[in-house]
């Protein structure tokens, strides 16, 4: 039978009409939303499914979950996944909700820091995915710590601040740091924008949930630091020409960085946001075969 915090949080979830009952749910738990941890949570049933429609998990499939906070995409992940790991940062929230999911013996929950999580000390090892609601403020760090450190999910699905996501999923033209490395990894999609009033507390800005389909490899075939080294360069100053930048940032002869952008068929006087991810990866290729870009430093 359902405990009547359980009912309470039934109750709460109904939907966004229901934000009064999220409101006295948490003043009941005794838990004030610290804006410092994003907790903004997720009081909108149809995003809810939204989300789980984009993630398509599979009854075999093992979810990492970050802050799952008062358990709103827990408990839906736990009836379709056979594990879940949820990683929670806050003790009070790691601890309620345990209390908050129900008879859940594929819930493992981790009260730690997602960016210290290592999935291997859990057993977990690819395929596996990543769904969360991120908390935006470390939604870069997060990102990176997925798909460049640890052995990486094939699938990641979160929700992110819509202009974040709108820089993830950018074509040339629109490019940015965050583009390039999110699609060096993997195939992203926008699916779907998330008024701010789908939230309890509603943050200042639109959400969106993105979809990320991992590579088994990373899309170009070079030694990534110093590609990123490269990358990083050439959006330090995105408003000036790419020759300018490049021979500003990096250790070239005079004239260098200009004849390097012409042997990679780029024009110098581009500017970082117009470069595809195969520019980047030819640029990177011809500085490299001419000594200009090494792996350390
Ligand atoms: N999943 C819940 C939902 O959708 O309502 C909560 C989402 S809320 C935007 C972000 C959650 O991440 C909070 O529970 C917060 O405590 C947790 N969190 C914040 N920083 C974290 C970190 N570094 N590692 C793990 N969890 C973190």
Known sequence: MASAKEKDWDTALRADAEVPAIRSLLRRLGIRPRKGLGQ?????????????????????????????GLGILTREL?????????????????????????????????NADVLH????????????????????YITSPTMRHFLEEVPHPDVMVVMVQREVAERMVAQPGEMSLLSVSVQFYGDARMAAVVPTSAFYPQPKVESAIVRID??????????????????????????????????QRLWFPPGGAREALKAAGIDPARRAQTLSLEEWGVLWKVLTVQGLLKAEG
Do not use: C, W
């Open 40 to 68: 903004n949570f997720l009081v909108d049933e149809d995003v809810l499914a939204r989300i789980m429609g984009v993630a398509e998990i599979e009854p075999a499939d093992v979810v990492v979950e970050v802050g799952p």
């Open 78 to 110: 736990v009836r379709r996944a056979a594990r879940v790991v949820a990683v929670e940062i806050d003790p009070q929230l790691a601890e309620i909700v345990l209390r908050l999911v129900p008879s859940a013996p594929n819930l493992e929950v981790v």
């Open 117 to 136: 999580f290592d999935p291997a000390g859990h057993g977990i090892t690819p395929p596996y995915k990543v769904v969360a609601n991120l908390p935006y």
């Open 214 to 247: 991992v590579y088994p490899r990373p899309v170009l075939d070079v030694e990534p630091r110093s590609f990123f080294r490269l990358v990083q360069a050439g959006f330090s100053q995105p408003r000036k020409q790419l020759h300018n930048t490049l021979a």
